[in-house]
Structures are given as structure tokens and as C-alpha cells.
């Protein structure tokens, strides 16, 4: 039996091309900046999203946490919302290693933050309070089902926040299905960004690791914060030859992935017992929701593994599904026919 993973776009296989160039990647040390591939990934990753300088780390998580190290100190207070995945996936790094306070503001359902809360929360000189020194966006957002902001969106938070002296972080994880999503440059969604982090890993099929960009004084010391963290890797140019294939070969079939995601979307919305906001199904990642009393949400689990289908429960009786290279159109339809049978009892 076929097994079609829709948990995550983690689950990629790295393409043949990517095997070819991990094999034959030349490398060196990478703590001494002597990993030819690792500098060439580096200098092209900078080049995608129109910063200075960029560093290659082993995890989103890892490049979320080394940028929050180096924007800021112990003691000082970061907004986000309440649904970024920093705040509620990354095991509580920020606060466990970097000792920075979470301000969380509500997210609205398409990933945003309200600009007048983020402006309102930022706080003023007072011998009581910790000062605001980031605030962090994620685009696409993971939580809110792959929502992706456009630029003017990230304006409206960003320069007004940048104007009170404070930089802005993009969890840009996803950043590559929001730019294809919308349509738009990559370099427009970071341009108002001080530092950017996105994953290799996910959509565009890398096995291992995340870059983080921005200013060429910003990534010297998040480097030596990658090197804090353990994460000084050595011969490390093996994984980063599949990022380069990532970079230059994975990025515009996005778009087959959010073209699926939509055609899964539409036809779980139609299963009697399953609904979706179509609104926000806007990249590569669809959730929905169990509207049934019939059944439980680990039966729809249970069942579709048993048809060779998997996605993952996020609680409040909703699942999410991630399209990915991999997943083919007829995967689609044949994960419809399994969601059919399992929540309708229909063939
Ligand atoms: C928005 C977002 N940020 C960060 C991460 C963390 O990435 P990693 O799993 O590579 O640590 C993820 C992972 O799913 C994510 O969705």
C-alpha cells in the first residue's frame, strides 16, 4: 500500500539531484569559514532574501533561537503571537537560553497582528519595566493554516516598529511558499526585516537545516551564537550542497504544492462531517476541522492510516495536512477517497 504523508513537508525525501551534490560537495571546516559549500550557500541564501550576510544552521528552531540571542539580552521582552510557533513549538528556547520575556498579542486568523496592539505593547522607559527589544512575525503562518502576509501587511507592523528603534525578526520558515503564494519577489517580504530565518527543510526538500539572514554585524555574532548553541558543524558543506539544489531547483514547484493543497481543501469541504475555511488555504498547508458527533478525532486518525493515509491531530478536534514534493495530484484524489470512506462511510 502507497502510504501518502500529509503530516508535514518535513517529511521530504531529498531529490535525486540533492544526493548527487551531497556526494560530491567539497567541504572543509565550517567553524573556520574554510566549508567552500557551506560559503556558497551562504552568499546565495543572502542573495534570495536581499540581505548582507547569512549562516547556516542545523534546525528552524536553532536559527529562531541564535537570532533571538542576538538581538537581545537577558531580561528583555520580545512580542509575538500567540499562535507563532516560537512561542508554542520551540520548547520554550527563547525563555529557556536567551532569558528574553514572550509578549504574546493575539494573532487574527490570517497569521496578522493587529499593528495598534504591537505599538501599544511596546513599553516605555520606566524602572519597572523590561525593555521591548524585538518583535517577531512568522510568514507563511504555520498555526493559521499557511496564511502568508503580504508586503504591505508587513509594513504596517514593521515600520512603524522599526521607527521606534526596535528590529523585527521574520520566521520566515515557510517564506518561500508566501512569496510564491502571493506572487510577489521573496526580497519584498524581507526587505523591512532586520533578520530573517527559513527552512531548507520543509517545502523545498533539503534533509537538514535553516539559514538565518540579515546585516553582515548581525550574522558575525549569530554566528558566534550558532557556535554557543553547538552548532558549529564542520564538514557541514555535505547537507548544505542539497540547500543549494534546494535554493536553485525546489522554489517555483512550490506552487504544485498549493495548487494540491487547494484541490484537498475543496474536496474535504465537501465531506459531509469535515469543514475548512477555504480563506485560509493560501499555501501548502490545509486545516480542517471534525464537525461530526459520529466519530472521534483519533478515529479519523486510526481510519485513514488504515487506508495508508496520515495527517496529524493539532487538538480542538482539527488536523492539519501539508501538500509536498512527493505528493502528486492522484495522491490527492486517492486521500479524498480515504477521507470519504472513513468520516461517511462511503466508497
Ligand atoms: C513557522 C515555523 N517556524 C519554525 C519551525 C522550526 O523548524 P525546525 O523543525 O527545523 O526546527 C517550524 C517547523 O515546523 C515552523 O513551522
Redo the contacts with the bound molecule.
Sequence with gaps: MKIIDLR???VTQPTPAMREAMCKAEVGDDVFGEDPTVNELEALAAEKVGKEAALFV???????LVSILTHCRRGDEVIMGDK???FL??VGAAAAFAGVQVHILPNEPNGMLNPDLVLAAIRSENIHFPPTRLVCL?N????CGGCALSPAQMDSICTPVRERGIPVHL????VFNASVSLGVDLKELTRNVDSV?F?L??GLSAPV??IVAGNKEFISGARKNRKMVGGGMRQAGVIAAAGIVALNEMVDRLAEDHTNARLLAEGLKEIDGLDVDLNTVQSDIVIFSLVTERMTPSDVVTGLANQGVKVGFIGNRQFRAVTHYGIEEEDILLALDAFRQVVEGKA
Excluded: I, L, P
Aim: glycine share 14%.
Design positions: 508535514s513537508d518535513t542545523a534546525s528552524g528552531t536553532m536559527g529562531n507563532a510557533h516560537t513549538f520551540e512568522e507563511t503562518h504555520n498555526r520566521d520566515g520558515a515557510r530565518m527552512c527543510s520543509k537545516g535553516s
